[in-house]
């Protein structure tokens, strides 16, 4: 079946604007994450959701980031006043629940570039 | 202080097993330990996961130390498409993935 898929592949934005990425998950899949990848580090988390509600934002690293999934399926996850340290890979994993043995599976991620 | 520690890079002849080791010793009683792979300019992809025994399936072995402080990702016999960066993860937080900084893992014809 389909995996996760990630919208665009690729963003190239100016500082101080606002982006929006996009993430489909596994069908039926009821948890949703967003991870953001720096080049040489490993991804690291930002937000999960269970269903349509935030479970935990503890990873947001400030208030210009914000996400939704308001039908508990898609999610876009928000950037507003970008700064070029948001350049990275954004990447997104859903998983059919949140037990402690649910596999986190991984779309493509999204490429930012903030000019 | 890191939750994961893993070798930076490793190399390894095509046809060989590759081993790659990881510390947790801070990994709680009742959690698991995940592998995932990422090739470049991909997601990570899941390998395999395991609590306290050893498991194995199509894609490779995962050993775990009795302590369950430290635990070896095997690949049987690698192949060039085995290169990659390989994560071990632990949970933090209740679902946050940690994933540290990984291996490079280079597959040598």
């Given at each position: 079946?389909?995996?996760?898929?990630?919208?665009?592949?690729?963003?190239?934005?100016?500082?101080?604007?606002?982006?929006?990425?996009?993430?489909?998950?596994?069908?039926?899949?009821?948890?949703?994450?967003?991870?953001?990848?720096?080049?040489?580090?490993?991804?690291?988390?930002?937000?999960?959701?269970?269903?349509?509600?935030?479970?935990?934002?503890?990873?947001?690293?400030?208030?210009?980031?914000?996400?939704?999934?308001?039908?508990?399926?898609?999610?876009?996850?928000?950037?507003?006043?970008?700064?070029?340290?948001?350049?990275?890979?954004?990447?997104?994993?859903?998983?059919?629940?949140?037990?402690?043995?649910?596999?986190?599976?991984?779309?493509?991620?999204?490429?930012?570039?903030?000019? | 202080d890191a939750k994961t520690t893993q070798p930076p890079s490793m190399d390894c002849a095509e046809g060989?097993?590759?081993?790659?080791?990881?510390?947790?010793?801070?990994?709680?009683?009742?959690?698991?330990?995940?592998?995932?792979?990422?090739?470049?300019?991909?997601?990570?992809?899941?390998?395999?996961?395991?609590?306290?025994?050893?498991?194995?399936?199509?894609m490779a072995s995962l050993i775990i130390t009795e302590d369950r402080k430290s635990s070896t990702l095997?690949?049987?016999?690698?192949?060039?498409?085995?290169?990659?960066?390989?994560?071990?993860?632990?949970?933090?937080?209740?679902?946050?993935?940690?994933?540290?900084?990984?291996?490079?893992?280079?597959?040598?014809?």
């Amino acid at each position: 079946g389909a995996g996760v898929s990630q919208t665009p592949s690729n963003k190239v934005t100016e500082k101080g604007k606002y982006v929006e990425l996009r993430c489909d998950p596994i069908s039926g899949h009821t948890a949703l994450y967003w991870y953001r990848q720096s080049l040489g580090q490993g991804p690291e988390f930002l937000i999960y959701f269970q269903g349509t509600g935030a479970a935990d934002d503890s990873g947001l690293p400030n208030d210009r980031f914000f996400a939704v999934r308001p039908e508990g399926s898609v999610s876009t996850l928000k950037i507003q006043r970008t700064e070029r340290g948001d350049s990275a890979v954004y990447l997104c994993a859903s998983s059919l629940g949140t037990g402690r043995t649910e596999t986190q599976y991984f779309g493509p991620g999204t490429r930012l570039l903030v000019l | 202080d890191a939750k994961t520690t893993q070798p930076p890079s490793m190399d390894c002849a095509e046809g060989r097993a590759a081993n790659l080791p990881c510390n947790h010793s801070t990994i709680s009683g009742n959690e698991y330990v995940y592998w995932y792979r990422q090739i470049h300019s991909q997601g990570p992809q899941y390998i395999i996961h395991g609590l306290k025994n050893n498991e194995t399936n199509e894609m490779a072995s995962l050993i775990i130390t009795e302590d369950r402080k430290s635990s070896t990702l095997i690949l049987p016999h690698a192949t060039l498409r085995d290169t990659a960066v390989y994560y071990c993860i632990v949970r933090v937080g209740g679902n946050q993935f940690y994933f540290g900084t990984g291996t490079s893992l280079t597959v040598i014809p």
